[in-house]
């Protein structure tokens, strides 16, 4: 790292990517940057290879999904994105992004008191409180995926907690009551996320899906999306939600934001 990044991330100060983790290998952290996916798309077509990984200590146009922004403040949160591009075939499964969605729930579950929950697709919320996101974006070659970008943005220490997104969105430190360094969360995310992603290309979306309907406060929920107005019943095989309206017909709803 140089100089300036150990002062902008001193809790990243000594960080080794886990042992047995293939994805931060490189890492690739910046001080500041546009956005972490948007890095790793240039290098993933420059040809840099599965579990290149990008960390900024800020982002100046972070993205969030739907065309949303990201906020990312300097020396607050975490800021990751990884090239995945072992096992992907003819198309891309879509249950890559629920795949993220658990593998981050799963390594936040260390660094909480109580277990955090995915809001489907891919959100990760504590007592109802955004803690995380993940925008996965695919490249092609043609019709063929190239790689995909896991981007994962964590709310740790603070600071993009707004007073206006209090009622919404949380950081690890305020659920916690303590502080803890990004470098012990980053590890924890390295980790989850190779595992769970190898598990879907390796085995299928069966076991994932057990593990989203485990901890996906979605599921039972009264809910619009796209349109659709019911209670989400089941994730289905594709991993889209299925939502049964007021009237019994079920609804099959592939993307959207959950109300
Ligand atoms: C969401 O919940 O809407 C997804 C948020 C994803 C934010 C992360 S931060 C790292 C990476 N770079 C970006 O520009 N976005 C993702």
Redesign the pocket.
Known sequence: MEPDLVVAMDDLHGFATPAGSRLGRPLIVKAVTG????DARSLAAAGAGHGTAVL?DQ?T??????G?A?S?PAGEN????VIWRAGLGETIPPTMTLAAGVAVSEALDRFTPSPTRVKWP??VRHRGK?L????TEAMFRGAQPTAVVL???VNVRGGSVAPELADIATTLRAVRGSDLSRAEVLGALLSSLDEALSALMNDGFAVIRARLLARCETIGARVSVGGVTGVATDVDDDGALLVRDDEGAVHVVRSGEVR
Do not use: E, F, M, P
């Open positions: 956005s972490t996916n948007d900024a982002q146009a972070g993205r969030g999904r739907l949303r990201w990312s975490l800021y990751l994105s891919n959100d955004k995380a996101g993940v925008l981007g994962v943005g």
